[in-house]
């Protein structure tokens, strides 16, 4: 049953949530940019900010209201915009460019095929997908490595193929160059580990698409003593790093290093895909763990590398979610857990889904029910092997937390940990070119593959993104949106712009270019 709020505490919901960020929202009746405040953990939030009215409002629309990860603080840009008048502004943004067609999803990987070469398509299992390898039939081999028994079969390359496809080409430097299946640009220069990865987070995508109802949690997942735990957190709060150490301790498996797919029934569904860890290792963890990391290493590359866990749940493995634990890393302070609400444990759960989240009451449904049937707690913690025993130590017993564990209350609201600059409007903008978009549903993504960050973009912010197709100036994009939106101040507008950008260059999503 949906609970009701005020606009006050449904603005406490908003400041407590612990992730990213960047907001260009559009409320119901009102455009607004919203500054940075929290370092992303996988998201640029771009979603409606709660419009501050008397009265109750609905937590569904409240929850839903704010989008993946943020703690969102208005700084203006406010105008009254009739919601026809609002969606041809938006239009007017994309077209006035140029751009048409760059966020929408490719029909299968027809005109992708050079001249004959040796291409190799990979189908896969259960899932409308395949894999287009192009001279590159090592990374074929990496993928029967790192996600055993995804591959159904291997046949010839065929360029009307109805299907789906995600692209890899071999260059003559021993490169490789990626193209997603909901992209148009292709990714270039990757290293082994790196083109299997990219190729991983497609199919983890896909499955995802091919199972409605399924949410895709961006998190790490391990089995302690029978108990299903999720562990997420924000901008490198080191969750891969945390799952895969956890996974060397006896009794403890598993699951998944990055995306968890739960299935409509309840259950988590492994994907079986190794984890991958940034090389080199950081410098703190111990020499144990660095010789097991060592020893089990299979697809690598200069920057990543895959690890053979011989406690990896198989792929198709099934179990309910117990434990969903938030991540806080703080230099030097001493693990310790901390209870965590529902509202806050619903709010990440909403952020972290990569998956198409259908109807709207449907999916809020499912999150509140999941969010009210696990344990919820934060996890506070500089060293990793602080952090180990006291994960294995909660969850391990029949009942969950151990009652031997001391739990602390709420931790408050984490501060501003972004450190970005208010951009120079006077300079030229482009796209990082190890950015991705992607459409999933009816939001538009970012994906950053080196640091595997997602974020999600609203209407605005992703008209803005599709200008920079275009290199341009930050005023010639503020001049846009004035355009656009001319009862706001010119003033407000270029400040909003300004800090939009500063904080997507601090993400290396966008970069400074030679105007020439």
């Known amino acids: 049953m949906p609970l009701a709020v005020t606009a006050a505490a449904t603005a406490a919901v908003v400041t407590a949530a612990v992730a990213p960020v960047v907001v260009l929202a559009v409320a119901p009746v009102a455009v607004q940019v919203v500054a940075p405040v929290v370092a992303p953990v996988a998201v640029l939030a771009v979603a409606p900010v709660v419009a501050p009215v008397a009265g109750a409002m609905d937590l569904a629309e409240a929850a839903l209201a ?3 990860m943020t703690v969102a603080v208005q700084v203006g840009l406010t105008t009254q915009v009739a919601p ?3 969606q041809a502004a938006l239009l007017a943004l994309i077209t006035s460019m140029g751009q048409t067609g760059h966020m929408t999803k490719k029909k299968g990987g027809a005109g992708d095929a050079p001249p004959k070469s040796d291409i190799e398509s990979l189908q896969i299992v259960d899932i409308p997908h395949a894999v287009n390898l192009h001279d590159a039939p ?19 390359y065929h360029p009307t193929s109805p299907i789906p496809a995600t ?20 990714l ?16 983890s995508q896909a499955f995802c698409d091919a199972h409605p109802g399924t949410l895709g949690l961006h998190c790490g997942a391990v089995c302690i003593g029978g108990h299903l735990v999720a562990l997420t957190g924000p901008y490198h709060a080191g969750k891969t790093t945390l799952v895969t150490r956890l996974a060397t301790e006896q009794g403890i498996s598993l699951f998944c290093d990055d995306i968890l797919p739960v299935l409509p029934d309840g ?4 994907l ?50 117990a434990g969903f634990v938030i991540l806080s890393r703080k230099e030097g302070v001493a693990a310790s857990l901390h209870q965590v609400d529902i509202a806050e444990t619903a709010s990440y759960l909403i952020r972290q889904n990569i998956a198409d989240p259908g109807a709207v009451d449907t999916h809020f449904d499912q999150i509140v029910a999941m969010a009210e049937n696990v344990v919820c707690l934060k996890l506070q913690y500089s060293d990793l092997e602080d952090a180990v025993p006291l994960i294995r130590d909660a969850f391990s017993g029949d009942k969950i937390p151990s009652p031997n564990i001391e739990i602390g209350p709420p931790c408050p609201p984490e501060p501003d940990e972004i450190d970005c600059k208010i951009a120079d409007l006077h300079l030229v903008y482009q796209r990082n070119d190890l950015v991705i978009p992607r459409q999933i549903g009816s939001d538009t993504f970012l994906w950053q593959i080196e640091e595997r960050n997602f974020y999600s973009l609203n209407q605005i912010a992703a008209a803005i993104w599709t200008l920079l197709e275009t290199p341009a100036t930050g005023l010639t994009i503020a001049g846009i949106l ?12 270029e400040k909003d712009t300004a800090e939009l950008l500063g904080f997507m260059r601090s993400r290396n999503l966008v970069s400074v270019c030679d105007a020439s």
């Open 66 to 68: 704010v989008d993946p």
């Open 84 to 86: 026809q008048i609002r």
């Open 138 to 156: 090592d990374v074929g081999r990496a993928l029967d490595t790192v996600m055993p028994g995804w591959i159904h079969s291997k046949r010839q």
């Open 167 to 186: 692209t890899i080409r071999r260059k003559d430097d021993g490169s490789y160059d990626f193209r997603s299946r909901w992209t148009h640009r292709a």
């Open 188 to 203: 270039q220069n990757l290293g082994l580990a790196g083109a299997t990865c990219a190729v991983v987070a497609d199919l």
């Open 267 to 270: 259950r988590a569904y492994s």
């Open 272 to 321: 079986g895909v190794q984890p991958r860890l940034r090389l080199p290792l950081p410098p703190k963890v111990t020499p144990e763990f660095h010789a097991f990391v060592d020893a089990h290493l299979t697809v690598r590359d200069k920057r990543y590398g895959f690890v053979d866990m011989p406690n990896l749940a198989t792929r198709g493995s099934r179990a309910p979610l």
């Open 482 to 493: 004035q355009e656009a939106f001319p009862a706001c101040e010119a003033e407000k507008i």
